[in-house]
């Protein structure tokens, strides 16, 4: 989710500007490219698309698991024995006010079967901490080792599969600036969780027909309005 222009400046810094973490949460790249607060307002106006800085879809390099480059330069997971078909996965969080009540919504297919699962949080989460909770929740699902393609919409849980949980992990959880990282909590719960499987991270862009990505949204957003019914 967008933020409000005002939630844009409220989140400057005594500098006047605005941390590298605090816009890779929003989803703008480093350094800021112009007019990305416009961007950001036309999103949270319209709450009709993804993020309007998000790049051509990306295949995202997999978590823990064995994998080979190929010849276009894509991370592809090498399937060990025992293990049989591809599990397609569609994940996506929502969440009302940022913070605000979330929820998460997981869509898992495998063949002919098709199983959804949704859930929510009645207190104040965020877009992100639901994000990363649908993938959790997604790889806790499956029985035994598997062969998962994970599609996101989320450029945060995006990148940080891609660049940061390495670099995390071995800063002790902390970042360059050796502040904690936000959200450790779930990270370690992904890190480990995925490590049992081989994971293909796919990009794809939110709220643009893809079905997998349309029924996980409703999903989360159905996980969204039952978390908001219960007494937090």
């Known amino acids: 989710m967008a933020p409000t222009p005002d939630e844009i400046e409220a989140a400057r810094t005594s500098a006047g500007g605005w941390t590298?973490?605090?816009?890779?949460?929003?989803?703008?790249?480093?350094?800021?490219p112009p007019g990305w607060k416009k961007?950001?307002?036309?999103?949270?106006?319209?709450?009709?698309?993804?993020?309007?800085?998000?790049?051509?879809?990306?295949?995202?390099?997999?978590?823990?698991?064995?994998?080979?480059?190929?010849?276009?330069?894509?991370v592809q997971p090498v399937r060990q024995p025992g293990m049989t078909g591809v599990v397609e996965i569609f994940t996506?969080?929502?969440?009302?006010?940022?913070?605000?009540?979330?929820?998460?919504?997981?869509?898992?297919?495998?063949?002919?079967?098709?199983?959804?699962?949704?859930g929510g949080e009645p207190d104040d989460t965020t877009n992100n901490r639901?994000?990363?909770?649908?993938?959790?929740?997604?790889?806790?699902?499956?029985?035994?080792?598997?062969?998962?393609?994970?599609?996101?919409?989320?450029?945060?849980?995006?990148?940080?599969?891609?660049?940061?949980?390495?670099?995390?992990?071995?800063?002790?959880?902390?970042?360059?600036?050796?502040?904690?990282?936000?959200?450790?909590?779930?990270?370690r719960q992904l890190d480990s969780l995925a490590g049992r499987h081989q994971v293909e991270w796919v990009w794809v862009k939110g709220h643009a027909g893809n079905p997998g990505n349309v029924l996980a949204d409703q999903l989360a957003n159905r996980g969204l309005a039952e978390a908001r019914r219960r007494p937090s």
């Open 20 to 32: 590298r973490e605090q816009l890779a949460e929003w989803g703008v790249a480093w350094p800021p």
């Open 39 to 74: 961007r950001l307002a036309q999103q949270d106006a319209s709450s009709a698309e993804g993020p309007g800085l998000e790049p051509p879809p990306t295949r995202l390099a997999a978590v823990g698991d064995r994998a080979r480059l190929t010849e276009t330069g894509e």
């Open 92 to 118: 996506d969080g929502a969440c009302k006010g940022n913070p605000g009540p979330g929820g998460w919504g997981v869509v898992l297919r495998y063949g002919r079967h098709e199983k959804t699962l949704c």
């Open 130 to 187: 639901m994000e990363l909770l649908a993938a959790i929740k997604a790889l806790e699902s499956l029985n035994r080792p598997s062969v998962a393609k994970i599609y996101t919409d989320s450029q945060y849980l995006r990148d940080g599969i891609r660049g940061w949980l390495p670099r995390w992990r071995s800063n002790g959880w902390q970042t360059r600036e050796k502040k904690p990282v936000k959200n450790a909590d779930l990270w």
